[in-house]
């Protein structure tokens, strides 16, 4: 004869052995899924962002942390590297390109560069063959460019066009005049030159509306 408290004891441990199974595989979706939102995450905090260019790039009569590199990183939710240098002209800029942006693989760069060519009487063909090279170089990583362009009345020299030349020949994004409506604006400028706190908020603006596309 069958002893029923030994089957009553097997179906017990079988319900427990089918419980613990079932926390198993719980478990382990659980950790799948979450660890694939967490991969998503990732990927999305590690878009690299590079500001390269002069000293509109590097916040030159902004306060501390207002300069537009820091006032879009906020914008975009994402850390933006600073790479400004006040004085770079394109052919500085050029020398510079493999150390301060290449070598960190971004994804996208923005532009500020050929004011001071146009400052120092650098003839515009010169300054935009740079600045195409540029742009290439940086194509050739799988990275977008967005150019922030100038355009100075009367003392333009062919500027405002080379800039769009450029994006032309590149297929890089360009903003014609990054500093319109900012520039004579004793409100927005803290020198003749360079914007203030609310104007670099103007130009990050700028960068971020053409991001989102």
Same mark, same amino acid.
Not at 20 to 33: E, N, R, V
Not at 54 to 62: I, K
Not at 134 to 143: P, R, S
Not at 163 to 173: F, I, S
């Given at each position: 004869m069958i002893n029923r408290s030994l089957l009553t004891n097997g179906d017990k441990l079988k319900k427990l052995i089918y419980c613990?199974?079932?926390?198993?595989? %719980?478990?382990?979706?659980?950790?799948? %899924?979450t660890s694939t939102h967490q991969d998503f995450d990732n990927l999305s905090a590690g878009k690299r962002v590079i500001a390269f260019g002069?000293?509109?790039?590097?916040?030159?009569?902004?306060s501390n942390g207002m300069d537009y590199p820091s006032q879009l990183s906020k914008m975009i939710s994402r850390p933006v590297i600073n790479a400004g240098i006040p004085g770079d002209t394109t052919a500085s800029a %050029?020398?510079?390109?493999?150390?301060d942006v290449l070598a960190y693989s971004p994804d996208v760069v923005l532009i500020t560069l050929g004011?001071?060519?146009?400052?120092?009487?650098?003839?515009?063909e010169t300054a935009f063959e740079n600045l195409k090279m540029?742009?290439?170089?940086?194509?050739? #990583?799988?990275?977008r460019v967005i150019i922030g362009g100038l355009s100075i009345p009367f003392r333009d020299? =062919?500027?405002?066009? =080379?800039?769009?030349?450029?994006?032309?020949?590149?297929?890089?994004?360009?903003?014609?005049?990054?500093?319109e409506g900012i520039m004579g604006n004793?409100?927005?400028?803290?020198?003749?030159?360079?914007?203030?706190?609310?104007?670099?908020?103007? %130009?990050? #603006?700028?960068?971020?509306?053409?991001? #989102?596309?």
């Open positions: 613990i199974l079932a926390g198993i595989i %719980l478990f382990a979706g659980y950790k799948f %899924l002069d000293s509109l790039t590097h916040g030159t009569g902004a %050029l020398k510079r390109l493999e150390r004011g001071n060519d146009l400052k120092n009487g650098i003839d515009a540029i742009v290439n170089l940086i194509h050739n #990583q799988g990275a020299r =062919g500027f405002g066009k =080379g800039y769009k030349m450029v994006a032309d020949e590149t297929d890089a994004t360009v903003i014609p005049n990054i500093l004793r409100k927005l400028m803290s020198d003749p030159i360079h914007p203030n706190d609310a104007g670099y908020k103007i %130009l990050a #603006q700028r960068f971020y509306e053409v991001m #989102q596309r």
